[in-house]
């Protein structure tokens, strides 16, 4: 895979908002707030999320065999009552260069293969003498929506598809690309993300390519450092403690898969003003201990990181712990992260990780993921950590003093996390 | 299930000899054979398989995504090419009528579902005001062909389309139904397996309900006996011998649950001209001494029977096999069978399979499925067959002297079976 | 096997009511009422249960590692506190002398293997120059008692050991082992029960084999038949209801392979006066319905039938629950049993079993396994059973009136079994 | 656990070229060895293995049911006739003091349990009014050798029993526990792990806890990280090269568990004269490029170091081996050990390792582990690993050039490894 993404990526992304249902308008009030308050701190990625080509789609459900937006060559485009600046064939290229013009980057999902509508109409490949009958691969169908089918690699005309998808979407400017139906469907679609990945390293233009959902299977791990740059290591993420909880077993796991260019993917970060349970808009019901946990975990891991929330309406609360510097500058800079340990101490179960930073720091993070106060002590001998150090914690700045030992208290469901520099 | 079926049904089905192309006038020269030679020994199903409705079928492979046949209900109909008397909208009525005008009985093959193509055109349901998109099931495909979606029985409609499709079978003069893509698919096919089961029960004609493909999953017995007449206990049978060596084992499984109206199929009869590997037509790899073997078990366990071969080219070895009388009257009238024992003797493996005959005649049927002749002793004792009785070997319709033991001499592959008689 | 047990084995047995601790005047006052009033029935063998070599058995619980009384030559023998009649090395001579005088068969239990003590104290064997520890199989215990080491027959030593045991049983007059700790430990002990059967077979003396504990795994069910005459299809069974269903399935998994010499074990009665939860005597838990049921499915299915209660405090009801001739008889004569159905009707699970009669007769046994009170209707023709039969029920001895079905009132948890003669 | 094994043990063990047959001569042959030449590089535990209390141990087999050595409390000591110094009951005092004396540490093997013979002879139990049959587990065997049954720690005098022989241990002077029969035996035996560690940590010398054999299960790794110093992440190890390709897999998993007090084993070191396959004494099958890729494995990974050849043998070869100043610089001080990538170059596997040594330098080890000789560059920007580095391959102590990349050739099995210095 063309490795570019040197650290693993930020950004925002239109899922857990508005599902299926997002607007050009929508997407470009987004941009505007990152553009005005996030970009600084590095988050970068505008991501118009699944069914941008659904002309009727309302919400996070889909519509069974909808119609769906389709140029002439079996290829989706948007639909225009959502994006109305994709009118006349222009396709992404007028949001595209909105964003850009922000100094954004702009991404899009798709799902694996060829509408079925093409399928069954028997429409005309892009540069080519096939027709999309020919390519359909007949047993493989997404199992949560009917928009596609899957491409057969052996068939002739499969690479010119596939080709001349990724080529409309450099065309149009994009950078990141959502794909989705297929980071856990391994083994069966592994030819098909193959393909895929040599489309977006052939199409003339740097992509990101990011994969969904999970979970991916963890046996595969060399394979998608190899053909992707981020893939999913959950199922959808959302505002409850259990998931939470979950993805510190995930994270541990992935955690030696990390590195540049190929980032095991901790999903969405639902916080500020999101959906909940698919409803009316309101508040993440994560508490505030909770959010600072979860994106520790996601910072030290090095998961991208994504904003689930509507940002035209970010309060101070959510934004401040989206601008830490000191947190995003461990999630840039963090090498060799893992769990060093997980055990219950005093009938509450803990769960420490480390990091080292490029200049020399040492980062310890402490999650209490029990249900009671605690008040723990850290002896650094135990974690190979030499003596002599300064320590600050990141979220409160404070320093901590320490000997040999650095004494933590912690909320349930929450965490500190130390950078430790030699004197 | 409607219960009519009192001994396992008999007949002759298209696939085996034609795939999914075979036409109208094929079947009723089949048919014309039957009649003439084969109807006084209890053959009489004249059973038409898959695609009847797909105009460029040409052989066992399926054209993927292929336009169907299908009239403005979202019902499948006969391709007028190959079968004319189909022509302004009559279906199968004539050729129905032709096969009960030589006293035959006329059955279709239909895969469990809706059309794809009635989904995509959005066509609408007879007797009903929603349409075929509304009951489709999202993420049920057959696995190896792209005729249909499954229904979706909580939907509104569905009950309403599978009635529609019966009530028009009945029209025709359908006796027996093969469906398809439903018996290995349990649980997942359950709820539609039930609806179509009343379908059949409800349409105002009797007509047997056979379901495919196999091997239908064993614990789920109990529901097959109630919502079908037959149900295939293994994938597609072909003239080699490691099947036939496997359908002992299946059979043992299943005898317990053969009886009046329930019948687990052990599928088709590949003998006489048959075609093998898909390839140009020839006669059946099966020795004959296979194919006793093969008829033996069939007719004791008793699975329904029904021909493969092209009738048209039947020679007299075949048309001897298929008539033995003494060993249709076992399948006819035998009970309680079951396998006895299974050991090697000498080095070849052996089977022993034991009924009872409700004339008070006991059957014992014993199998040499090794690879060498054989020559063994049965001890009636061991089998808790009293003394005292007269014998004759059903296939030569010789009398064996008895006294307490049966002396068998079989040649590898072979079968011998016993009628035993109270003097 | 030598197959001399042409009908299952009926007979009493200590272990339900006195566990590892019976005495040698408990099992002649056993005896005593047996032969004064059930060996007419049928009931014949006399079988003294486990540690009867162990002089400080007290219970059902055993004590580890308690020395065992045994000879000069490895061997274990009766423990004279408790059976006085072997003292001076005769063994148990005098107790099958008593039993034989009485016109029945006497039987013991053992434990596959070899004494540990006889291993660690490197004790030899009789008519060989091998030791005990020469012989032991290193890794082979028994997981719930510690008397003994599994023998390791690819040891020179090993045949000679299981010979002399069974010498010693010859020559003491039993007929009948029930060998433990084997049956559910296939494939591990198979080559140590072919051993055992060929020693048994080479004793000089007729003894019935019955394999313990259960459930023997069902895929070795034509090897049991080959090197056994029974074996437990089930753990230990009790007087609680949930055991009584679960032997359903069990028996109708292992209804084929029932027939003369080799008969799955469901385990024996607890009827009449046993011991509760291996506590103080009392009665059965089972209801007078439920010991129908329990007794009626033993007799269909053709299991072995074993007392496990304390006879001399036998009640009236009890005895007339033992000696019900017809049931015997069915037990006795019947063939080809198996479940017919097993299905809800009305909400309340029945179960159907149907076995003929060597005179011709019919049963068909009907169990209501669910909680409420029921009333069905039998149609004898979906049991192709023929029309015009006379029927009686066998518990009650009514006749019942028939035309194409018999109509049956059963009570939760009881059951009701007819006999229909061909008038 | 005590937690004073702050870099992971290194020493010697007589395991791979005795067996169970080891004598005090030997031993001490060896470890005046090990102090002349190897203790300066940090060489420091000699360990006596498995059997020292069976007279009659002749080689890697053992003799079952073999009479032990055993003292008046069930504790076995060492045999006499190996170990003469242990006469009169003085154990391994002697001998301890002589390795003290040498400035080395004195390890033994033990078996986890209590001697079979002391349960059957029912011998008492130190400071205790217990004895052996109350205490043993009476289903819990070793599969591969009779000397022990487990203690049932919910039994009083279980904890006595531990207590007492780690107190003899500690009298004798011991440094090093490799208690054997554990490690793969979770869970079955963690509640007597649990007892042991507690045994040791109590018994008032500090001693590393060494578990044995592998493979541990994964899971439990925070429990072995808790309970002891060291476990065995596989089977015996021997001079195989599957073996050797089998521990890449085995550490990758384990590396994140790495870290001080707590050490994942890769077992011993089988290099110089060593026993081949049991037989007469020879020199490892491993090449030297083998021997290289073992060691830097193991020493990257920071798997205990311990060497299973005979000393007294050893030649220049790998005596050099043994004692590389870098390499074992990257043993000691190395942290965040773990496996970057494995793949496919050019049709040849290779994988990469990195880890950083407290002094920032940055370790990079590359593996050739296919059949092929092969040339490959390394991307340091791929690795996170900074520009501007000096480099130092450690095996052959050559400066390489480095730019972006490093260029490395590698023979089929071979290894290079680097440290990279900021300059």
Redesign the interface.
Known sequence: ML?FT?TAPMGWNSWDCWGAAVTEDTVKKNADFIAQNLKQYGWEYVVVDIQWYEPTAENHEYH??AELSMDGHSRLIPAENRFPSSADGKGFTALADYIHSLGLKFGIHIMRGIP??A??R?TTIADSDKTA?MI?K??S??????DMYGVDTTKDGAKAYYDSIFKLYAEWGVDFIKCDDIARELPECEEELKMISEAVNNCGREMVLSLSPGPAPLEKA?FF??VSNMWRITDDFWDKWELLYGMFERA?KW??HT???HWPDADMLPVGAILQDYGPDGKTKFTEEEQKTMITLWSIFRSPLFIGGDLTKCDDITLKLLTNSKILAMHRNS??S??????EINGVEHILW?A?N?D?GIYVAIFNVGEADSKIEINL????I?AGQSCTELWSGLKAPINEKISVRLAPHGAKVFKLINN
């Open positions: 490795n040197r069974p065999f079925r509508q399928v069954h028997n009958r359909a007949t047993d169908i997404c199992k949560w929506n009917t060399e450092k190899q541990e955690s030696v590195g540049a260019g090498r060799d893992h769990q060093v340990w997980r055990r480390k080292n490029i020399g001998r135990d974690l190979e030499p």
